[in-house]
Nanobody
Framework: QVQLVESGGGLVQAGGSLRLSCAAS????????MGWYRQAPGKQRELVAN???????DYADSVKGRFTISRDNAKNTLYLQMNSLRPEDTAVYYC??????????WGQGTQVTVSS
């Protein structure tokens, strides 16, 4: 079992920055990758960024150059630094852990609202 608790969401003006954190606990073995997803009202959940055990990162095209995903293994914490935020980044952001077996764990989500 893996438990995930997100924090750091909030309201910010366009052009501003936020940093999301995801504290993970439980069995952290056999992890394939960790990532951030988001879901805006009326839209499907989409991948924002993920980081693999070897350190490789992937980003959605819409956030490349603006968002940075990182992981502190000592603290079992995943981060998402979001800069140059846009109104279209408004969504609930979810932390995800995917095991080698492809089983997924999800956090409860944190709201990010970007005002124009």
């Amino acid at each position: 079992q893996v438990q995930l608790v997100e924090s750091g969401g909030g309201l910010v003006q366009a052009g501003g920055s936020l940093r999301l954190s995801c504290a993970a606990s439980g069995s952290m073995f056999s992890i394939n990758d960790m990532g951030w997803y988001r879901q805006a009202p009326g839209k499907q959940r989409e991948l924002v960024a993920n980081i693999f055990s070897g350190g490789r990162t992937d980003y959605a095209d819409s956030v490349k150059g603006r968002f940075t995903i990182s992981r502190d293994n000592a603290k079992n914490t995943l981060y998402l630094q979001m800069n140059s935020l846009r109104p279209e980044d408004t969504a609930v952001y979810y932390c995800n852990v995917r095991l080698i077996s492809l089983y997924n764990y999800w956090g409860q989500g944190t709201q990010v609202t970007v005002s124009s």
